[in-house]
T-cell receptor, first 115, second 113 residues
Framework: AQTVTQSQPEMSVQEAETVTLSCTYDTSESDYYLFWYKQPPSRQMILVIRQEAYKQQNATENRFSVNFQKAAKSFSLKISDSQLGDAAMYFCAYRSGGDNNDMRFGAGTRLTVKP | DTGVSQNPRHKITKRGQNVTFRCDPISEHNRLYWYRQTLGQGPEFLTYFQNEAQLEKSRLLSDRFSAERPKGSFSTLEIQRTEQGDSAMYLC???????????FGSGTRLTVV
């Protein structure tokens, strides 16, 4: 079974600085997708960024980018120019590319942004 | 379309009572998922539907839990004889068949007292 590990329960960053959140996963599949979701306090989960395993190029969405290392099974999220609104729980998630493809989540990293 | 809608937002119930939650997915999404999230943890998969067919159920989904998606539209999740350990946020999400991100609802927070 696929597992997703986020080894940083909490992270802190100064406003306008850059922070990197770590994620590793375990799978024997070659076709899969990886995601980062943001969950602000008492609010719904929002998709931040998505990476297809077959793509070598790292995904980027404005201030958010990933470092996808397929051989190492690592998928870190970099947040540049951190803003107060970035404070939230961040979850890394894995989804198989097959037909039966529910999403598996890591335990999350709580990001605090200091003004 | 206003996204994935879940009702109620909060539910407090006494141990042993039955509760039912509703999820209305994005209309063009044919897949619907239920997850459970306890405090400080990531969402745990419970079950999912493609149209009206329930395709997979987690071992977390004991026989006290049942989910339906009549006519492939909205879905309900029922918990019978609730226990304190059932207290959690129950999240619903929907997606298209082709792999991609899910759209989540705001969740139903269940407290069993």
């Amino acid at each position: 079974a696929q597992t997703v590990t986020q080894s940083q329960p909490e992270m802190s960053v100064q406003e306008a600085e850059t922070v990197t959140l770590s994620c590793t996963y375990d799978t024997s599949e070659s076709d899969y997708y990886l995601f980062w979701y943001k969950q602000p306090p008492s609010r719904q989960m929002i998709l931040v960024i998505r990476q297809e395993a077959y793509k070598q190029q790292n995904a980027t969405e404005n201030r958010f980018s990933v470092n996808f290392q397929k051989a190492a099974k690592s998928f870190s999220l970099k947040i540049s120019d951190s803003q107060l609104g970035d404070a939230a729980m961040y979850f890394c998630a894995y989804r198989s590319g097959g037909d039966n493809n529910d999403m598996r989540f890591g335990a999350g990293t709580r990001l605090t942004v200091k003004p | 379309d206003t996204g994935v809608s879940q009702n109620p937002r909060h539910k407090i119930t006494k141990r042993g009572q039955n509760v039912t939650f509703r999820c209305d997915p994005i209309s063009e999404h044919n897949r619907l998922y239920w997850y459970r999230q306890t405090l400080g943890q990531g969402p745990e998969f419970l079950t999912y539907f493609q149209n009206e067919a329930q395709l997979e159920k987690s071992r977390l989904l004991s026989d006290r839990f049942s989910a339906e998606r009549p006519k492939g539209s909205f879905s309900t999740l029922e918990i019978q004889r609730t226990e304190q350990g059932d207290s959690a946020m129950y999240l619903c999400a929907s997606s298209l068949v082709t792999p991609g991100g899910y759209t989540f609802g705001s969740g139903t927070r269940l407290t069993v007292v």
